[in-house]
Nanobody
Framework: VQLQASGGGLVQAGGSLRLSCAASGRTFSSSVMGWFRQAPGKEREFVASISWSGSMTFYADSVKGRFTISRDNAKNTLYLQMNSLKPGDTAVYYC???????????????????????WGQGTLVTVSS
C-alpha cells in the first residue's frame, strides 16, 4: 500500500498550489482520507479531511476558506487545493488514509492523527513573503 503525494513547491504569498495524493496497492474509495502538515520544529498538525463518501469535509481553522479538499475515487486520488497561501503555510504536507471502509466518525475523530493508518512520504510547500 502506497500513498504518493505530489504538487508541492515554492510559491509567493497569495499564490496557489494543488497537491495530489495517488494511492496504490488497494483502493481507498471507501475510506476517510486527510491531509496533515509539519513545519520545521513543530508537531504534525491536521489540515483537512474528507469522509469516505465525500459528503463531509473538515478543515483546520487556519486554512478554512482558503483550502479545499476533494477526492476522485475513480482515480483513487486525493487533492488539496490551496489558495491565498501565506508564509505560515510553509510545511511538509502529508496525505493519509484510514484502513477501515465505509466508516463514519465523530467530527472530532476526523481531525485526529490516530484515525489514519497509512501515510504518504510528504511534499514540501514553501511560501515566500
Amino acid at each position: 500500500v502506497q500513498l504518493q503525494a505530489s504538487g508541492g513547491g515554492l510559491v509567493q504569498a497569495g499564490g496557489s498550489l494543488r497537491l495530489s495524493c495517488a494511492a496504490s496497492g488497494r483502493t481507498f474509495s471507501s475510506s476517510v482520507m486527510g491531509w496533515f502538515r509539519q513545519a520545521p520544529g513543530k508537531e504534525r498538525e491536521f489540515v483537512a479531511s474528507i469522509s469516505w463518501s465525500g459528503s463531509m469535509t473538515f478543515y483546520a481553522d487556519s486554512v478554512k476558506g482558503r483550502f479545499t479538499i476533494s477526492r476522485d475515487n475513480a482515480k483513487n486520488t486525493l487533492y488539496l487545493q490551496m489558495n491565498s497561501l501565506k508564509p505560515g503555510d510553509t510545511a511538509v504536507y502529508y496525505c493519509s488514509a484510514d484502513k477501515r471502509s465505509r466508516t463514519t466518525y465523530s467530527d472530532y475523530e476526523y481531525k485526529r492523527r490516530s484515525l489514519y493508518d497509512y501515510w504518504g512520504q510528504g511534499t514540501l510547500v514553501t511560501v515566500s513573503s
